[in-house]
């Protein structure tokens, strides 16, 4: 007998070590995003027909399922000891850390409340049919380095197209002209000199073309916090034989122009005319020809 009972002891002890790791095992695997996070999700879905995506997997499915729908991407979640204490902590150690919703059918706009996903890093709706731009809070996230954004440039900045000149009232092939659009597309022109001889004055244009995505958006930026439609049209020195630099920006149907001879605009402008020029000499311009004069910023805008 006393054999038996330390077998049925034993059996007793084992059965509870399985039940103890069966249910560690569920927790580990049961665990969920807040009730709050999966509010927003299904606010995303409604403002952006979600009925009529592409692909709408597992969307609007029971509670615990959210990290499973189409797109969505989950991470666990930093949990405090305070959090940790409470019996069902493990329900919700999880939450949104990205979604990638590119080509599939969005339409309308991205709804306000999806900038509270506040763990969310990444955010990915390029090439859909919104019609909006993106929340401001969602761009200050992007702006600020916290938040990576792919999308269309119009979901990001206001301003249509950068119109940007340089040069110069004495020297030869020293000037360019550099067009920013936010439908991507991109050209430069570029005067250059053809030295056939040491006495050869004639001059010829470069054509660049390409594309831009990241860098638009973010000069668009750069213009709005600098406040580029209050500076001044005309910024002047008295003094002959200097560079001009001009610019002319498009934002929501209408035009600012600022011609900057001799840099006697004030630092904001400098920085501008820099970050346009730098952003224009990254692209990766696919097509190059030449023609036999390069269009003139005071000859008005350069079509597509």
């Not at 927790?27 to 999700?41: H, M």
């Not at 049209?233 to 600012?256: A, H, L």
């Amino acid at each position: 007998m006393p054999n038996v009972c330390r077998m049925l002891a034993l059996v007793f002890v084992l059965t509870s070590c399985g039940c103890a790791s069966s249910q560690s095992s569920e927790k580990s695997w049961n665990r969920t995003i807040p009730s709050e996070e999966r509010e927003i999700l299904l606010k995303l879905y409604q403002a952006t027909d979600g009925d009529h995506w592409k692909r709408r997997d597992g969307w609007g499915g029971p509670v615990g399922t959210e990290c499973d729908w189409y797109g969505v991407r989950c991470s666990s979640k930093s949990v405090t000891e305070e959090q940790m204490a409470k019996p069902d902590w493990y329900k919700w150690s999880l939450s949104v850390f990205g979604l990638s919703l590119s080509e599939n059918n969005l339409k309308g706009k991205i709804a306000e409340e999806v900038a509270h996903l506040a763990d969310m890093e990444f955010l990915d709706v390029y090439k859909n049919h919104l019609t909006e731009r993106l929340p401001n809070p969602l761009i200050q996230r992007w702006l600020s380095g916290h938040l990576s954004i792919t999308a269309e440039t119009s979901l990001l900045t206001d301003v249509s197209e950068i119109d940007f000149e340089s040069s110069s009232s004495s020297v030869l092939c020293a000037s360019h002209r550099i067009i920013l659009r936010a439908d991507e597309s991109a050209v430069m022109f570029t005067e250059r000199c053809r030295n056939a001889s040491p006495n050869d004055r004639r001059t010829y244009c470069e054509v660049k073309k390409g594309r831009t995505i990241y860098e638009f958006a973010k000069l668009g930026w750069l213009l709005e916090q600098n406040d580029f439609n209050r500076l001044e049209p005309e910024y002047d020195r008295n003094v002959t034989d200097i560079g001009f630099e001009r610019m002319r920006v498009s934002r929501n149907g209408k035009t600012s122009e600022v011609v900057n001879y001799g840099d006697a605009g004030p630092f904001r402008l400098w920085a501008i005319q820099r970050a346009v020029e730098g952003a224009a000499f990254d692209i990766d311009w696919d097509k190059t020809f030449i023609q036999p004069k390069c269009p003139r910023w005071t000859d008005g805008a350069v079509k597509p």
